[in-house]
């Protein structure tokens, strides 16, 4: 807790101050009020920690080319915070705080391969739960598993998932889920595009989705600090209006 101090990072600091103490807990009153205000405050922090390791890149000019074959002026890789000790605690700290906060109901928790595998053994350590993880596809040998781990029949589960682009294979690990039997009370994510089609999916399905921060505290902060100018806003808003016909 005191390297947070050391850091300079208040924030993180009065973030483990309240977890640690209960504190929380115990001014129940005031806790959507606080809860808000943090959450808030956090989107914006930890922006501004994955423009600072670049594992949220920024190309207005030069557009990544994505698996799916979209064009797009964003890069997420949520993977690279694993590499930096004090962006690693901070995203198990806030995971671990949402799901407590969001999901106190869950019994076990389960990550989304590949990049949410190491996020959600982090929190299920921290909450001294059990950890599973869904493929995105049954091993075509041994025992052919889609879900990896030793659960409790119908446990309720909160899955962690480091990003959400269209919303398909996070999605799909629910379905994977709730298929085995388990109540999927909902899901936590380090990021998201917030694309429409994502909202309208996770709707549909009935998943809760909290997320750490977003497309918009992304922008806003990556303009504060000079990473993109104001002229490249309109057309990054215009890339995440219609991302799959962008640049054709």
Not at 233 to 240: A, F, G, I, Q, S
């Amino acid at each position: 807790m005191l390297s947070a101090l050391r850091g300079g990072n208040l924030l993180g600091f009065l973030s483990q101050l309240a977890y640690n103490s209960g504190i929380l807990s115990k001014f129940a009153v005031k806790k959507n009020l606080y809860t808000d205000l943090l959450m808030d405050n956090l989107k914006k922090v930890f922006a501004g920690k994955l423009l600072a390791i670049k594992a949220i890149k920024l190309q207005p000019n030069e557009p990544f080319t994505w698996a799916s074959g979209w064009k797009s002026p964003f890069y997420c890789d949520n993977r690279k915070t694993l590499s930096y000790p004090d962006v690693r605690d901070f995203v198990k700290l806030e995971l671990t705080h949402t799901v407590l906060e969001q999901f106190p109901e869950a019994e076990a928790v389960a990550g989304v391969a590949t990049g949410a595998i190491a996020q959600g053994a982090l929190v299920a350590d921290a909450l001294n739960k059990p950890f599973a993880y869904i493929r995105s596809k049954a091993k075509d040998h041994g025992m052919q598993n889609l879900i990896e781990g030793d659960l409790k029949p119908g446990a309720k589960v909160v899955v962690i998932e480091d990003l959400i682009s269209t919303g398909g294979s996070s999605l799909k690990a629910v379905a994977a889920l709730r298929e085995a039997g388990f109540d999927v009370v909902g899901m936590v994510a380090s990021y998201t595009y917030g694309f429409p089609v994502a909202e309208d999916a996770f709707k549909a399905a009935n998943v809760k989705l909290v997320t750490l921060t977003d497309y918009e505290n992304v922008v806003e902060k990556a303009l504060e600090i000079g990473y993109i100018k104001q002229e490249d806003v309109p057309m990054l808003h215009e890339w995440r209006k219609d991302p799959a016909n962008w640049k054709k």
